[in-house]
């Protein structure tokens, strides 16, 4: 494998040594033709897989129109978008089919858009004293990099350094609801939260906490806000993760996969009360709502509306905790998370540290990334079909079993030419992603030709 170099890059990040050259659905392929299993897929951003025929094609022929206008100008695409993100995530909230949308680029933006319609909203319609208002946040949450977000992190890593922070924020126990009830007083404008917490290392709460979460908001009048960029669309089996209490959050702030991997796109959806007080002047985003990115969240989100992806997750999700669980019991793990298709799993220190897994996992072809000093998360495109699936997880295992027997394990060989024609061919197959996803049951006989390729084939 090629390692990494950043000469005239800030080192913002210490990337696993790979440089990736080319991908296609859920695998990726380095710059010396080494094949590799995406178990990433872009912390959720490509949920549809690497380069989905799709979304590429909604992108080059929007290219071909129009990229640009600033919100000086509305364009034909804008309204389209927003009326399709109403149509399937709109029910999903309180704001129902009146839902209006706020569109942005980054899942950092939206929320802090979030922030600022809440607290909006608490001035203009609640009467909170200005300069007053005070939102709940969870510890352990990771909401963006911005300064007001790094601001509500404990993570020394994201926080240390970068103050003065925000005033207006009070933290309370992830899951703990007495702590949020606790929290709430006159000037309380609002809940936001992660439904699971990713990079916490996909940390489910009980199940009581976000129907009791509802529940205190509504009788106090308090806006709950659903942080989903990384848990929403599709990732956990259901197109937004409040779904799996049945809870509708006021507003829902969505970003990553809401781009499919094409472009950034994000956007906060949600009651039409609070979102209404963001009048012209009062926020604004030059790129957000472009043309391209909005024509390429259309087809994501045609691509959702079928329900077809979420079953995905769903089903293989089963599969990923199965095999998950008996790695904990066979004492490989101390402790997997699962929900959806998207698992967190500890390490026990003494075995090694996520770092180390994953570099166990990159010298056998799959990629994946710690998110704490003992724990990965496993995030695969949900178009994975079983094969692939299994074929991860049997990697997995024998890299545990590596690092417990202090056994580095072998570098992937070399792709074959019979591997690297039927990356180049797929393109020119009628597209594999959308028509496996279109049919769940075709994973299960693993007849789909790129399962039967191991992500190191040579």
């Known amino acids: ?22 991908a296609h659905g859920t695998h990726v392929w380095d710059t010396d033709g080494n094949e590799f299993l995406d178990m990433l897929s872009g912390y959720s951003a490509l949920n549809f897989g690497h380069l989905h025929q799709g979304l590429v094609a909604a992108a080059m ?48 933006e939206a929320v802090e858009t979030a922030i600022k319609a809440v607290r909006k909203w608490g001035y203009d319609v609640r009467g909170v004293p200005e300069d007053q208002a005070t939102v709940i946040v969870a510890g352990g949450n990771f909401h963006g990099r911005t300064t007001t977000l790094v601001g509500l992190s404990d993570r020394p890593a994201a926080r240390d350094g970068f103050g003065p922070f925000a005033p207006g924020f009070r933290q309370v126990p992830f899951g703990d609801l007495d702590a949020v009830a606790d929290a709430v007083d006159d000037t309380t404008v609002a809940v936001l939260m992660e439904p699971v917490q990713g990079e916490a290392g996909v940390l489910v709460p009980p199940d009581e906490f976000w129907p009791g979460l509802r529940e205190l908001t509504t009788t106090q009048d308090i806006a709950l806000v659903a942080d989903e960029v990384q848990s929403g669309l599709g990732r956990t089996g259901t197109t937004l993760a409040c779904e799996l209490w049945d809870v509708r959050p006021d507003l829902a702030c969505l970003g990553k996969a809401l781009g499919g991997g094409i472009v950034p796109v994000s956007a906060v959806v949600g009651r039409p ?46 599969v990923l905790k199965e095999r998950l669980d008996a790695l904990v019991a066979a004492g490989l793990l101390a402790e997997a998370r699962t929900v959806g298709l998207w698992a967190g799993i500890d390490l026990d220190p003494e075995l090694g540290t996520g770092r180390e897994l994953c570099e166990a996992l990159l010298e056998r072809g799959v990629l994946a990334k710690d998110t704490r000093d003992e724990t990965i998360h496993l995030s695969p495109p949900l178009s ?22 202090n056994d580095p394990g072998t570098a992937p060989a070399e792709v074959s030419d019979a591997s690297d024609d039927h990356a180049d061919d797929a393109e020119a197959d009628a597209d594999h992603d959308t028509d496996t996803a279109d049919a769940p049951g075709a994973a299960a006989d693993g007849k789909d030709e790129r399962s039967e390729l191991s992500p190191t084939a040579g």
């Open 61 to 108: 022929t929007q290219l071909r129109q129009v990229t640009l206008t600033s919100r000086a100008f509305d364009h034909d695409r804008l309204e389209e978008f927003a009326q399709r993100l109403v149509e399937v995530v709109g029910p999903l909230t309180t704001g129902g089919e009146d839902s209006l949308v706020v569109p942005m680029s980054t899942g950092a």
């Open 384 to 405: 994975i079909v079983q094969p692939e699936l299994e074929m991860a997880l049997d990697i997995l295992e024998e890299s545990l079993v590596a690092l417990r027997d």
């Open 273 to 318: 009360e609070i979102l209404g007080v963001l009048t012209p002047g009062t926020h604004g985003s030059t790129f957000g709502g472009n043309p391209l990115a909005c024509a390429v969240a259309v087809a994501a989100l045609d691509l959702l509306s079928t329900g077809q992806y979420q079953a995905r997750a769903a089903e293989s999700g089963k």
């Open 1 to 22: 494998m090629a390692d990494t170099t950043h000469g005239a890059l800030a080192p913002t990040y210490h990337p696993l040594p790979l440089t990736i050259a080319r």
